[in-house]
């Protein structure tokens, strides 16, 4: 529409468009369907095909990603960064010294300021709850790349790398020794969502989430014993026993761990086509021996990479869906 150099806008009738889409966002793994998770990890084998032909692809050119880091991390900033630039966008890291946030700026507040700025927003921190409220007051799409709750990004990775060394994970046993922590919790999501059974080796006063426990029922099993959790698994995983913020508590998380460490020895005990994973950073000589990474069961280094592609699709799909 044109206007003349006599008419006001108050001439012309108001237009509304149509209403968008609601936005999607991604704060776990509940928040994809099994065939839109499936097609995400596809999608990322295929970007990391593309990667190593070396195929410029860029989709999301003139798109802004911001993240927002309250827990530093060598692999989410890494992999977010690098994803966003080699698909024609720009990755934006803000710390809590960076911020408005650090200062006390209400979350809602943040939210609705950077929703007129970027075009998603990547957060990793501690209270699941701060993310829940950022992305209710979001109108762009809010990516969780890690809560004291959950880290569902790290379960696209996983779940790649499984994929992609043994097929389908439908049917399959899955053993997590260690902590109840973040990535326990998402790994029972995981379960309900790819349809395979859970083994959760682990000490008294450790278990995940009990409502998560309650929800996914008969698919997860809880064991005291890494061995019986271990036996027959067709894959095996773990974390470190004290997360992030819970240094404090390293001392006495060794003693109650100490019969939960991941050797090549306790891999024997899984089924014969079993690989390890493990989401870094690990302390070898704690929760894995200290050449079970280095064991050729091990696809601990193909899984930390994946987390680049996985999340590339990830990309995609929220940004071109929600576009």
């Known amino acids: 529409m044109r206007l003349k150099s006599h008419d006001s806008l108050l001439d012309y009738p108001l237009i509304l468009e149509p209403a968008t889409m609601s936005v999607r966002h991604f704060l776990t793994l509940n928040d994809l369907s099994q065939s839109e998770a499936l097609q995400i990890i596809a999608r990322a084998s295929e970007l990391k095909q593309m990667h190593k032909n070396r195929t410029v692809y860029e989709p999301l050119k003139g798109r802004v990603l911001a993240m927002i880091f309250e827990k530093s991390s060598t692999r989410t900033r890494v992999s977010f960064e690098a994803g966003m630039n080699q698909l024609g966008g720009t990755a934006i890291f803000l710390s809590p010294r ?22 998603a927003v990547m957060v990793r921190t501690f209270e699941h709850s701060k993310i829940a409220t950022f992305a209710q007051y979001s109108s762009v799409p809010v990516i969780n790349a890690l809560t004291d709750d959950y880290h569902p990004c790290q379960l696209l990775a996983d779940m790649q790398a499984y994929i992609e060394a043994r097929g389908s994970i439908a049917g399959k046993t899955v053993t997590w020794i260690g902590d109840g922590n973040n990535m326990c919790n998402s790994y029972i999501n995981a379960a309900m969502l790819f349809d395979f059974k859970l083994n959760i080796a682990c000490p008294e006063g450790y278990e995940p989430m009990a409502a998560l426990l309650a929800q996914a029922g008969q698919r997860v099993t809880l064991y005291r014993s890494a061995g019986e959790a271990c036996r027959g698994a067709h894959l095996v995983t773990t974390d470190v026993w004290a997360s992030m913020g819970q240094e404090e508590e390293t001392k006495l998380r060794r003693q109650a761990f100490a019969d939960y460490q991941v050797s090549p020895a306790l891999l024997d005990t899984a089924d014969a086509e079993a690989i ?48």
């Open 276 to 323: 390890f994973l493990h989401c870094l950073p690990a302390h070898r000589g704690e929760e894995v021996s200290e050449d079970m990474l280095d064991d050729p069961r091990s696809r601990v280094f193909e899984q930390a990479g994946n987390r680049l592609h996985a999340q590339k699709a990830l990309l995609e799909f929220l940004l071109l869906n929600n576009a």
């Open 98 to 119: 960076d911020t408005q946030l650090g200062r006390g700026e209400p979350i809602e507040d943040s939210a609705r300021v950077l929703s007129e700025m970027v075009d």
